[in-house]
């Protein structure tokens, strides 16, 4: 067996009902073995301010949480054809630590669920965040969700099976890219 993982889930949607963060709970749900996943929460985190030398307690938490993944997985709602803001300062935030040392070399898989491009647009942004702050995506699959398809109840679940197929081959990929990276 190889060695265990835990993954960080984030999602750039702080509403209770979000199909972003869904696709963070089914990824959860289906696990590959030997995987363990905690879900960040966003909604007390300020903006990013370097004003702030006290580091608020949800960002320490929120860094806690990065310290310790082996791998993110991102869920990237798309805002007027960007990533969304919550997302973005998350990982402003965490960058700021001393030599980039949260983020550096982290492996991550993107998904998100939006309009008909499925957050393709903000998923290529977020992408170009990942250059500077060398987190390591993976390149494929990607995961481009449609929130309106009938893939989603009303609290966000995944319900369609094809998306769980998708994140559950993301996931998979995931698992081996962690390996791969050593
Ligand atoms: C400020 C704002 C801007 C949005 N812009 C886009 C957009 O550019 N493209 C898109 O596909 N959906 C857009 N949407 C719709 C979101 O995709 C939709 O609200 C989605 O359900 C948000 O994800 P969530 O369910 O995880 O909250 C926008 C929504 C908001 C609130």
């Known amino acids: 067996m190889s060695k265990p993982q835990h993954w960080l889930g984030i999602s750039g949607s702080l509403r209770q009902a979000s199909c972003n963060t869904g696709l963070l709970r089914a990824v ?5 073995e030997g995987v363990t996943f905690e879900l960040a929460n966003l909604a007390e985190v ?37 990533l969304a803001p919550a997302l973005k300062n998350a990982i402003d935030w965490a960058s700021r ?8 070399g982290k492996p991550v898989a ?56 998708n994140l559950d081959a993301m996931a998979k990929a995931l698992h081996a890219w962690v390996l791969r990276l050593g």
């Open 46 to 82: 300020p903006f990013f301010n370097a004003d702030l030398s006290n580091r608020p307690a949800a960002v320490q938490t929120l860094f806690d949480q990065f310290a310790r993944a082996d791998a993110l997985v991102l869920a990237c709602p798309e805002y007027n054809y960007s």
């Open 97 to 104: 630590y001393p030599d980039n040392a949260l983020l550096n």
């Open 110 to 165: 993107i998904c998100g669920a939006g309009g008909g491009m499925g957050t393709s647009r903000a998923q290529y942004h977020l992408r170009q965040v990942c250059v500077y702050v060398n987190l390591l995506p993976l390149q494929k699959p990607e995961v481009f969700c449609s929130a309106f398809a009938g893939g989603f109840d009303a609290q966000g679940n995944v319900v369609d099976s094809k998306i769980k197929g």
């Open 28 to 32: 959860a749900e289906q696990l590959p």
